[in-house]
């Protein structure tokens, strides 16, 4: 397994070693002792979500404060171009963005902490993602960061977003930042 901190070195692009035959493949998809030897606090994993979209989908960009949530993120089938943004007040790569193409193809993953702001756009013509989470899911400390804040200036594939009405109504990083949600406990 491979893995390569991105331009915000805290996201890691994790390129596991597949086994492809004439049968298919194989890959171990996770393996908490390799993981932890790169920081990811494979401890605090404590659920698996799936979900399925169709192309154009935009899901995010999702974020809990208080109650973090780190993200391992994997996709099963099709395509996706996921994006996470640094909102950490303290952080030197605070408002910056980084993206990876994830795919069923690649089977590349993203290790992506808390104090990020997640999201993902379905860019092949479907996706299945699976994304194992670190922290308890927490409906109260949920917020979405508007996917085209121009001040964060994320360059999105050229494609018409489909979004739910919540991520329709995601806030500015401004106005995160003055709801003081950009402040995160350190361990």
């Known amino acids: 397994m491979k893995v390569n901190p991105l331009e915000i070195p805290d996201i890691l692009l994790i390129e596991p070693a597949v086994w492809p035959d004439s049968r298919g493949y194989f890959f171990e998809a996770f393996q908490d002792a390799k993981y932890a030897a790169h920081g990811i606090p494979v401890?605090?994993?404590c659920q698996d979500n799936v979900s399925y979209s169709h192309k154009g989908v935009l899901r995010g960009l999702h974020v809990q404060n208080p109650s973090p949530q780190g993200k391992l993120v994997q996709v099963l089938s099709?395509?996706?171009?996921?994006?996470?943004?640094?909102?950490?007040?303290?952080?030197?790569s605070f408002g910056k963005w980084v993206a990876a193409t994830l795919s069923g193809e690649n089977h590349h993953?993203?290790?992506i902490p808390g104090g990020f702001a997640h999201g993902f756009l379905v860019t092949g013509d479907h996706a299945?993602?699976?994304?194992?989470?670190?922290?308890?899911?927490?409906?109260?400390?949920e917020?979405?960061?508007l996917f085209n804040d121009p001040e964060v200036g994320i360059q999105w594939p050229e494609l018409e977003p489909i979004l739910s009405e919540k991520d329709s109504a995601g806030k500015t990083l401004k106005q995160i930042r003055e709801a003081g949600l950009t402040n995160f406990m350190k361990d």
């Open 43 to 45: 401890g605090d994993f």
């Open 78 to 92: 099709g395509e996706i171009w996921d994006v996470a943004v640094d909102i950490r007040e303290d952080s030197p």
């Open 109 to 111: 993953q993203l290790w």
């Open 128 to 141: 299945i993602v699976n994304y194992k989470v670190a922290g308890a899911y927490s409906p109260s400390s």
């Open 143 to 145: 917020f979405t960061l």
